[in-house]
């Protein structure tokens, strides 16, 4: 049996743009392209994807889930893999759970004192967090995503904390500019989404749409808003509308 694409991508909650992207890189292609152009995909491609999605979730970039898929000869085996360290992931996520409940309990208790937080374990605020885990939900934006990964690949585990650490502080400076009142069109603001213009821009070209496009995944994203909503309520909405007033588009 085969599904065209648009069947794939809404079985499978990927775009089609995104399983074109994995064709065109050699990751996926399909079964067959019919002669009008349109991809198939059968059991055997579905169960590849499958997997291309799985390590996704566990952070593993497309370059290496490249080399991942080239290498293995039993599917069994591959999955019985990701199963362990899917399991592996969820004790990850226990961990992190527990980090952030700590954070609200201690958070909470400081504003009954009416006095700031204080940070006695800074590393504690970081216990279970996977560096990469923003950037690896990705997938409306694959060669932004792939050249991301491709670069944290390479990275030490100190140097991706510290990255991690700066974008952490990063969004913590635009939520107080957003606690302070400063609408998403201020200078202050804008200054502060130029930098994130620049850092992204650092890594490859990114078009005023495609910007605006990251934007609105602040908040369609379910990974990407939670985080931003763990610094700050709204401050994911204030991060969209900030891009669209940079970009000169309008808030959605």
């Excluded at 201020?186 to 930098?195: G, H, L, Q």
Aim: aromatic fraction near 6%.
């Amino acid at each position: 049996m085969e599904w065209p694409i648009s069947e794939v991508a809404r079985m499978s909650g990927v775009t089609a743009r995104t399983l074109r992207h994995y064709d065109e890189t050699g990751l996926l292609p399909p079964a067959r392209t019919g002669a009008n152009g349109l991809r198939y995909y059968g059991e055997r491609q579905l169960l590849l994807l499958q997997q291309i999605l799985v390590l996704r979730e566990l952070g593993v970039g497309l370059p290496e889930i490249g080399r991942i898929l080239s290498e293995q000869v039993d599917e069994v085996d591959a999955l019985r893999g990701h199963h362990r360290r899917l399991l592996a992931e969820r004790d990850r996520l226990d961990v992190l759970a527990g980090t952030v409940s700590r954070t609200i309990a201690e958070l909470e208790q400081s504003r009954k004192g009416g006095h700031t937080m204080t940070v006695n374990r800074p590393d504690n605020l970081f216990e279970g967090v996977r560096p990469s885990q923003y950037e690896e939900n990705m997938r409306d934006f694959p060669e932004l995503a792939e050249e991301v990964g491709r670069r944290a690949a390479g990275m030490s585990q100190e140097d991706a904390d510290t990255a991690h650490r700066a974008r952490t502080a990063q969004m913590i400076r635009l939520a107080d500019l957003m606690t302070a009142g400063h609408p998403a069109d201020a200078a202050p603001v804008r200054a502060e989404i130029d930098t994130q213009y620049r850092a992204l821009t650092d890594l490859r070209s990114v078009s005023p749409e495609e910007f605006r496009a990251i934007g609105r995944a602040c908040v369609d994203n379910e990974v990407w808003r939670a985080a931003y909503e763990a610094v700050a309520p709204g401050l994911a909405e204030y991060q969209r509308d900030a891009i669209d007033a940079y970009t000169g588009g309008a808030a959605a």
